[in-house]
């Protein structure tokens, strides 16, 4: 049961850290790339719990358990008076928003063959790179209930980026799209499969974001474009406002204090 004041642990790549969304974190490292209106910072403000947030952009979930050589690993935050634990991960293992951003460059640039041969390279270690996820994904909730055994751990998955199959999202090429489409399924089923076998909460972005995607009329993402709090392929601030609720409502049967 959760209590205001307790300790909540925050972990995940970009899609956790929220880049681009004002204001930024002053407690973070640039690298970082985090906003201090992520969905974790909004559900410690709303529940009243003393937030550590260690997610970081660019990261992968192998990396959240073994570290860089410039971070530590994240999984380190944990202790055992750590009360509620949440993480979005897994997209930078398989290549997911690489491939989409590499691809919705200019086609004279795409055509450039460094760049081609890396969307090439992506694509084609697809099914290699999801073969690997599954215990990249044991490994790493085995770790973070081995640290903080009293913590309810919530997985979030991503939120879907791409529109339904048969509409196209320019600039990607369709074959991308299709690509974007299965990969994001995939990647949705793993997370799903690995927070069962852990015995994980699950908050399913996925599925509640199907109509706001980033080409829809009422995105929680942002499409290929640039502008001040913009990063492309990437939640903006509604989509984090969305998903702290969507952790609100999985967390409000175990929680002593309603979400503000």
């Known amino acids: 049961m959760l209590s205001r004041g307790d300790r909540y642990v925050a972990m995940g790549s970009s899609f956790a850290a929220g880049p681009g969304i004002p204001p930024r974190s002053t407690d973070a490292p640039r690298s970082a790339r985090r906003s201090a209106a992520n ?10 719990l003393r937030l550590t947030d260690v997610s970081h952009s660019g990261v992968t979930a192998a ?17 055992p008076d750590a009360k509620l634990v949440t993480l979005t991960c897994g997209g930078n293992d398989v290549g997911y928003i690489p491939v989409l951003g590499l691809s919705s460059l200019r ?70 799209t299709d690509w974007g489409r299965r990969t994001a399924q995939r990647l949705a089923d793993e997370t799903a499969s690995a927070a069962a076998r852990a015995g994980c909460l699950l908050v399913t972005a996925s599925t509640a974001s199907r109509d706001h ?12 474009r640039f502008g001040r709090g913009v990063v492309a392929y990437h939640p903006n601030a509604a989509g984090m406002q969305a998903v702290a609720g969507l952790i609100d409502e999985v967390l409000s049967p175990r ?6």
């Open 39 to 48: 969905y974790a910072s909004l559900v410690a403000d709303r529940l009243g």
């Open 63 to 79: 990396q959240l358990v073994d570290g860089t050589r410039r971070q530590p690993a994240q999984v380190a935050a944990l202790t």
């Open 107 to 176: 086609r004279t640039v795409r055509a450039v063959p460094r760049l081609r041969r890396l969307v090439e390279g992506y694509v084609a270690a697809t099914d290699t790179r999801f073969d690997q996820l599954p215990a990249t994904f044991d490994r790493l909730l085995a770790d973070v209930r081995s640290r903080a055994p009293e913590a309810l751990v919530v997985v979030v998955d991503y939120p879907t980026l791409l529109p339904p199959e048969g509409v196209s999202a320019p600039p990607l090429p369709d074959e991308i």
């Open 213 to 224: 995607h980033a080409w829809s009329t009422d995105p929680w993402s942002h499409g290929f």
């Open 255 to 260: 929680s002593r204090v309603a979400p503000g």
